[in-house]
């Protein structure tokens, strides 16, 4: 029977999938979202050290106390055999790769104090360097800068001696030095073998490789450290399939390091076992930015969820106003809502089913395409399978209900009831709970974990429970005054000079009911998605904002001594000085000397940050004084001092300076003030655009760069993982409510379908075309999705009003909360609602002139 009337099938079936799609979708984003987090936290970090690292020291002879202990070559491989028997079953966990490790002299040495290298022997070192010569064959590889420094080609023989240890071998190849080329994931472990510790004393020579018997003879008496690792295999990487690695990971600690018994990584003397792996920290911190997501994605779920049982709801009122000369034979022969509520179930179940199964066949889609990984866990299939069945039972159920209770009004004779039912304000029940709701609900803007994890930020479930709700109960009370406004004008006299006007007007006035309804259903998600939006933006310009200032640019370089800005970064990149123990008054500062004809080209700087903009403090410098920014809770002079050395500034009091960091003010100055003040001021390297690409450049122009500050590590650690997920569902569920104003539509236009025919037909006969009538089409419909857009606009106005103070999610760090009106959202959503008014208009207008007049006029259904 549903067949022959498609368009209350397709409600049906759109109201279904608008139910299941929510509901299946929130247990796959939040797999897909805790997935993603823990592919995040491993590609931050050294992949090595996430996974496992063994490392101990590798005696050549045994104790005098211990005789029959293993050492040397004998050593190594028993270690190297228990590694591989402990873990070898572990997914997830590349294969052991190990490293050898001593300082050995090259000779002969031309320059014999500069002869010293860090001797190193690494399972597949030759395919992670850039080989400049040579590369086959027994022999020693040595880095470019130290060959040319020494002299030494491929070919020439040389001895590589440790005290009592010596080899004698050829060059085998010439590499370009790892100091000079960007890091690669390789090398991360020997990060500080390579480049050093920044405040470390210790010296830094350069790497060279050979084979791990070779080092093992160079080796011979003053021993050698060795790593044993196992990085972690990103593909297809999951929280729980990590968890079985990380608890095999934690049982080889227990069974070496942490072991009672003596064995081959003893944590003391001679073995100096030591174990790293933050493979099982990396999972619970997942799992603790899915709990953080689960009091925001669950409720917006739910909210989608309601939104798609009121789209079923009105199927099922659609469904009875349909079926109303059948349903009245049946109600007037006995048969009791219940009953008629079943038929409206057995009717429609067939929609039902296949709008359930495209939702959840949507919600996989979606979450595989947009969400934020691909991969989710079979226990979230399992759960969103389970969601959908129940969103099926609870759409069906919805349509039965308001089908039968449609249907057993149609011969109540109490109207006065009806009447009293409409003049109760519904509307005050979603406000009401908006506002517990803002009270009751959690607040906090950080989730910590029961154990050392430490926190992650997260939406306080208020700040999307809360204006969800008030955007329905405004959405209500403003339909309730579209609704008493239209019967206000519906006595009005009205002018029929434009029959286009006359007629849309009339037909608007003529069922205030069900044009209230459509400005309400346009409303709410034209309010949702600007809300949604604005928090995104907001957020994440928030986010992005205290980063930057904090680092000061996209990547800040500290150089061990004063270099030019490099050429492939010439207009976006500025060299500036840096002094952190200066005095400004009785006041401890830190002053930063700029170029003010550059910096503005490298620095961050947000048009929305209270003051005056960069370039007007960089004006103030260049006419000789000085900024300050921090001091708005202690009293200063204006008198600066380094090293016993005063000089007066005219300073500029501002909020907020790029590279303002907590604890101390921060004085801008030209740089030639402080080049005097202070030659020895740390020189710094400030540039905009992608850090690696920065790195890479700076380490092609050979710059001496002893640190990098990058400002996208001020977010790193997965702390504001869940914000960043938390937007990508928001936005989708915004999108999936605008269905809302589609289905609405074309309800709307069914129901109103006979008498627009009719009308066509008449109008024919009285002369006014078809194009009057296409535009008194436009008018009606364009007028009430307009309305409802506007509505939806003012809406999402005042819910963000009245939340914007909490968007900032570190108050702690400047600048505060920097509103982002989505202006481009709006736009897109203004042309797709005057898209869909002509769009729909055309339809209507088709089928009424298809209409027969005889067939028309004799039909007195």
Known sequence: MLLRRPVVALAVAVGALLVALPAAAAPL????????????????SCTWQTGMQLTGA??????????????????????????????????????????LLTTASVGPAPVPDQSLVTLAARDGFGEHVDVIAGGEGRGVWVPDRFAELQGLSVGDEVTLSSRDGRATMPVAAVFRDLRSVPERPFWCSLRETVHGTPLGNAPVYPVAFVSRADLLAVAEDTGASMWIERAVDTGGLTTVGARPAAEGIERLRANTVDSPEPGLFDDSAPYGGAFTSSLADKVNRSELVLAALTGTVVPLAAAGTVAGLVIAAAAGAFWADRRRAELAVLSARGVGPLALGGKAALETAGAVVLGAVAGW?????????????????????????VAAATALVAALAVIAAVAGFRAGRLHDTRPA?????????????????????????????????????????????????????????LAMLGARLVRWMLRRLRSRPRSMTRPAVYLAARRVVAAPLVASVLVGATAVPVALAGYGATVTGSVDRTMHA????????????????????PPRL????????????????????????????????AAFWDP????????????????????????SSVDIGSVLTIRNQHRELDLLDVAQLPGKQAGYPLVLVDRALLDDLAPAAQPQLWARGDPDEIVAAAATAGLPVSAVARAEDVQASGVYAGITYTFAFLAAVSLLTGVVIVVGLQLYLDARSRARRSASVLLRRMGIGAGAHWRALVLEV???????????????????????????????????????????????????????????SAAAQRAASAARPSEVLRDTR
């Open 29 to 44: 984003f939040l797999s897909s979202a805790g997935n993603a987090t823990l592919r995040q936290l491993v590609d931050a």
């Open 58 to 99: 590798v005696p050549m002879r045994p104790a005098p106390e211990a005789p029959g202990d293993p050492v040397g070559r004998d050593l190594v491989d028993r270690r190297v055999e228990l590694v591989r028997a402990q873990t070898g079953g572990l997914d997830h966990l590349g294969g052991p790769v190990v490293t």
């Open 361 to 385: 066949a949507g919600a996989r889609g979606l979450v595989a395409a947009a969400g934020p990984s691909p991969l989710v866990t079979p226990g979230a299939t399992t759960a969103s399978l």
């Open 417 to 473: 009831r009806h009447r009293r039912r409409a003049r109760v304000p519904w509307e005050v029940l979603p406000l009401g709970a908006a506002v517990v709701c803002w009270f009751v609900l959690d607040a906090d803007v950080q989730v910590r974990a029961a154990d050392a994890v430490g926190t992650v930020a997260r939406i306080p479930p208020r700040l999307i429970v809360s204006p969800v709700l008030l955007a329905i109960g």
């Open 546 to 565: 205290e980063g930057q200032l904090i680092v000061g640019a996209d990547a800040v370089l500290s150089l061990r001594e004063r270099a030019p800005v």
């Open 570 to 601: 010439a207009g976006r990149a500025s060299v500036a000085t840096r002094y952190v123990d200066a005095r400004l008054g009785d006041t401890t500062v830190h002053v930063l000397g700029v170029d003010p004809e550059t910096f503005a080209e």
């Open 608 to 631: 929305g940050l209270p003051g005056p903009s960069l370039v007007e403090v960089l004006g103030h410098l260049s006419g000789g004084g000085a900024a300050v920014a921090g001091t």
């Open 782 to 840: 364009g007028g009430l999705l307009l309305a409802g857009f506007a509505t939806g606009a003012l809406l999402a106005a005042a819910v963000i009003a009245s939340t914007a103070a909490d968007y900032d999610l570190n108050p702690a760090s400047a600048p505060g909360t920097l509103v982002a009106l989505p202006w481009p959202v709006f736009a897109v959503l203004a042309v797709a609602t005057a898209l869909t008014a002509v769009v729909a």
